[in-house]
Nanobody
Framework: QVQLVESGGGLVQAGGSLRLSCSASGSIFSINAMGWYRRAPGKQRELVATTTSGSSTNYADSVKGRFTISRDSAKNSVYVQMNSLKREDTGVYYC??????????????WGQGTQVTVSS
């Protein structure tokens, strides 16, 4: 089994910053990709940012230039530094990981989510 544990959400004023962290543990052979998605109130879950084992990154257009994703492979962890936060960044942020097991199968895993609320 694999667990993803997120931390770092909270309430922040518009223009402020937050840093989310996520650590994966369990039956992990390697991690192919990690990242963050979010679900705003009344909307579907959407990509925020992802990073692969080859260090390539992908960002939603709405966060480019404001959010930075990083990864610590030794700790099986991924982070997102969120700057210049806007009210529309409010939502539940979910950690995502595509993990290869010791048996060489790969599966998607999700964290439970952490709330980010940006006030005006």
């Amino acid at each position: 089994q694999v667990q993803l544990v997120e931390s770092g959400g909270g309430l922040v004023q518009a223009g402020g910053s937050l840093r989310l962290s996520c650590s994966a543990s369990g039956s992990i052979f390697s991690i192919n990709a990690m990242g963050w998605y979010r679900r705003a109130p009344g909307k579907q879950r959407e990509l925020v940012a992802t990073t692969t084992s080859g260090s390539s990154t992908n960002y939603a257009d709405s966060v480019k230039g404001r959010f930075t994703i990083s990864r610590d492979s030794a700790k099986n962890s991924v982070y997102v530094q969120m700057n210049s936060l806007k009210r529309e960044d409010t939502g539940v942020y979910y950690c995502y990981a595509n993990i290869r097991t010791p048996w060489q199968d790969s599966y998607d895993h999700w964290g439970q989510g952490t709330q980010v609320t940006v006030s005006s």
